[in-house]
């Protein structure tokens, strides 16, 4: 058995998706000891220039700063996990 891990999804989620469907470049940076966040950080060129090879069957994404809009595209994909609306916009 096989485990596999990407990181450009995340990537295309975090840095793309906002450009793309949002009008607006994000700038994340890690957390000081989140090892994942740094490491996905560290990835983030080599991800990106990879996610840029990909077509939309191969890579979709959203971004919205309205947590149903995230919500429904994650249902629609067949995705149980679901984003708690913590009740300001931006959040």
């Not at 700063?65 to 995230?70: E, F, G």
Request: with cysteine.
């Amino acid at each position: 058995m096989t485990s596999f891990a990407t990181t450009v999804p995340i990537a295309d989620a975090l840095w793309n998706a906002p450009q793309v469907q949002m009008n607006i470049g994000l700038d994340w940076q890690a957390q000081q000891g989140k090892w994942l966040q740094g490491f996905v950080m560290s990835h983030k060129d080599a991800s990106l220039a990879l996610a840029a090879t990909l077509n939309t069957e191969e890579l979709a994404s959203t971004a919205s700063n309205v947590c149903r809009v995230v919500n429904d595209f994650l249902r629609a994909k067949g995705f149980n996990i679901q984003l708690q609306d913590l009740g300001s916009y931006n959040m």
